[in-house]
């Protein structure tokens, strides 16, 4: 199995200055509000409050321009500061009215020290409503209560554009609906919406995936959607290719379009979760079940262990938060942490996608997912395998 060592991607990207280089090559020109250093004497005059221990200040307060002044502080590189409201509750997924949050301004303006600091609290925080979310979800009431405390407890964090947020969490949570059987239609019609969009721009990125077969080997892909991922997979002649899908309706398709007669193919139907004791262990693996949502990508990755053998290959659609620079970092960061926990590394391999995301592909698409001009392709390996 071939590695690229252990000074990975993945470090590249997320520390150093490699990361404001990386990430400037991912949003491509921003927008006026970087212009803003006239903003520069409301956030003197925050910085100065804060230092001198001002008490009863809003934290989460928006100027004129609809700026808080975390925002103003990133924008200079503040770092302390930055840190004196964060811990006195300043919401750090607040947005701008150019959709920047105090972390693209830092980004934007290479400040690292308070690029850091900020990745780290909205990544701490981002564990922690990860953590409410699973115990809600463990204590049984996984389709009301869920839903609520997580769109709360986020719009607690952010205050603004929590509906955007909410809705992010509705359709992962409608899919997720669907697939445990109460099949909606409106759920349909947004999988359908999802589909076209995927067919226009998501076609080379998925097909990218076949990374995973690169060892050669038994494969599983969980999530067949489209079957872009598995015929790309298939074009590889592994010697086993597993495929689990939890749809009904792509199931049939499946079965309609010959997947079941494929000599090396074997279709295991139903949730991932439930069929577990069906699957083996595997030389490489893609999964992909709709990932906006990184509970999903979490509970996969506990089993990871089990399932990818020594030398194995891992890979997932690394789609969240992609209409936002930070907030697309701050998840890539917080999804790569249990793998590496568990002993994986996770590379991510920079590809272009700008070409293909031109302004028609989102024409009828509701909610506009992906905003970012370059897509970050994970691989995984134990680490041992890549020394
Ligand atoms: C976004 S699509 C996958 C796209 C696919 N990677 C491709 O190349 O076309 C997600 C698929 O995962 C399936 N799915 C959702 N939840 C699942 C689960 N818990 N277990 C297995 N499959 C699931 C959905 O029915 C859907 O077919």
Redo the contacts with the bound molecule.
């Keep these: 199995m071939h590695s690229r060592g252990t000074g990975d991607i993945l470090n590249i990207i997320l520390s150093g200055l490699s990361i404001v280089a990386i990430y400037k090559a991912a949003s491509g020109p921003r927008m006026a509000a970087i212009a803003g250093a006239i903003g520069g004497i409301t956030a003197a005059v925050a910085m100065v409050g804060f230092k001198e221990g001002l008490t009863g200040a809003d934290v989460s307060y928006f100027d004129n321009d609809g700026l808080t002044p975390l925002m103003h502080a990133a924008k200079f590189g503040y770092a302390d500061v930055i840190k004196a409201l964060l811990e006195a509750g300043a919401p750090w997924n607040a947005l701008s009215p150019a959709n920047q949050s105090a972390g693209d301004f830092a980004m934007d303006a290479g400040h690292q020290e308070a690029f850091e600091v900020l990745l780290n609290a909205a990544t701490q925080v981002e564990l922690i409503l990860g953590t409410i979310a699973r115990e809600t979800k463990n204590n049984g009431d996984c389709e009301g209560a869920y839903l609520d405390d997580r769109s709360s407890a986020m719009q607690q964090y952010s205050g603004y554009k929590a509906s955007e947020l909410k809705e992010c969490v509705l359709i992962a949570h409608d899919?997720?609906l669907?697939?445990r059987g109460g099949a909606l239609q409106a759920v349909r019609e947004k999988?359908k919406q999802?589909?076209a969009a995927?067919m226009a721009w998501?076609?080379p990125l998925?097909?990218a995936?076949k990374a995973v077969c690169s060892g050669g080997g038994s494969i599983l892909?969980?999530?067949?959607?489209?079957?872009?991922?598995?015929?790309?997979i298939q074009q590889y002649g592994p010697a086993k290719h597993t495929i689990?899908?939890?749809?009904p309706e792509?199931y049939e398709r499946m079965l309609r379009t010959g997947w079941g007669e494929k000599d090396n193919v074997k279709i295991i139907f139903?949730?991932?979760?439930?069929?577990l004791s069906q699957l083996e262990s595997y030389d490489g693996i893609?999964f992909?079940?709709?990932?906006e949502y990184y509970e999903?990508l979490s509970e996969f990755h506990q089993h990871l262990p089990k399932l990818l053998k020594a030398g194995g290959i891992y890979s997932y659609?690394n789609g969240l938060c992609g209409g936002n620079a930070f907030f697309h970092v701050v998840y890539c960061h917080l999804v790569s942490l249990e793998p590496e926990n568990l002993g994986y590394s996770t590379q991510l391999i920079p590809l272009p996608v700008k070409e293909c995301l031109a302004e028609e592909v989102w024409q009828g698409v509701r909610h506009k997912y992906w905003q970012l001009d370059t897509y970050y392709l994970p691989v995984c390996q134990s680490i041992h395998d890549s020394e």
């Design positions: 899919l997720y669907s697939r999988y999802h589909k995927m998501e076609k998925m097909e995936h892909n969980v999530g067949f959607g489209m079957g872009l991922v598995d015929t790309a689990v899908e939890a749809h792509v139903g949730r991932w979760q439930d069929v893609f992909d079940i709709y990932g999903d659609f």
